[in-house]
């Protein structure tokens, strides 16, 4: 475990200039208000977004990123193919951890890690969630007793397109009946994935601070061991005379 990880927080931050709703819940833009918990815990954290030059993650943001903590949703596709890229490999050979929020299950690094068509059902009516802790030992389940029940959220439902979780921590329940495993834990290569389901735009979810706390787990538990060295890797000559 790596107690304090440098962060970055990625964010399109396109609807809080876009939709005055979003903007008055937001109005520094989601990836402030999902640093700032992690700030006042003590890590170090920067932001990037979209629009900034590479999206704000040029080859030495992510050089000095333990964990990218990544929320996307409109504009998916204007994501440079070389950044997801970039981005991926940072993961599997480098052992940074991802945690993708939301709707960053469509979003290219994430589905690139996954490899699956990561679809899911949807309904935006601002029913009751309960996030039920299914894996209490869990370090991202820490300080989080039995479950998490948010007033309004977005459904997401079942099925959901992506590989097994190697660990499975929170299945989420819907007023409208759906359930949808909402927090999963996969290892790709050297590094860890976590995608947490709530923070529907309109609604306050990073405000809460359940929701704070288990983001704050999550991006521990997805650091890199403080001593990760990259592995010995292609032909060896043997380490003792083979005749
Ligand atoms: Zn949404």
Redesign the pocket.
Request: proline share 0%.
């Given at each position: 475990m790596n107690n304090t990880p440098r962060v970055t927080v990625w964010n399109e931050f396109r609807h809080e200039r876009n939709n005055e709703a979003v903007a008055a819940i937001y109005p520094r833009g989601m990836h402030e208000t999902i640093a700032a918990p992690l700030r006042a815990a003590g890590l170090e954290v920067a932001t990037a977004t979209l629009d900034e030059p590479e999206h704000g993650l040029t080859e030495a943001r992510l050089e000095a990123t333990d964990v990218l903590v990544w929320w996307g949703?409109r504009a998916h596709a204007e994501v440079s193919d070389a950044v997801a890229e970039r981005v991926r490999r940072r993961v599997v050979d480098g052992g940074m951890g991802l945690l993708a929020l939301?709707?960053s299950h469509f979003s290219k690094p994430f589905m690139g890690l996954m490899g699956t068509g990561c679809f899911l059902k949807?309904r935006?009516a601002g029913e009751t969630e309960r996030l039920w802790v299914v894996d209490p030992a869990h370090p991202v389940a820490a300080g989080i007793s039995d479950a998490i029940e948010l007033e309004r959220e977005?459904m997401?439902g079942e099925p959901f397109d992506v590989p097994p979780p190697d660990e499975l921590v929170f299945i989420s329940w819907f007023k409208g009946g759906e359930v949808f495993r909402s927090g999963c834990a996969w290892r790709r290569g050297l590094g860890r994935v976590f995608y947490f389901r709530p923070?529907?735009?309109?609604f306050p979810t990073y405000h809460d601070p359940r929701i704070q706390r288990v983001i704050l787990n999550a991006v521990r538990w997805a650091a890199p061991p403080a001593d990760l060295r990259p592995p010995v890797r292609g032909r060896r000559e043997p380490l003792e005379p083979l005749g």
């Open positions: 949703h939301h709707s949807y935006v977005e997401y923070g529907h735009e309109t």
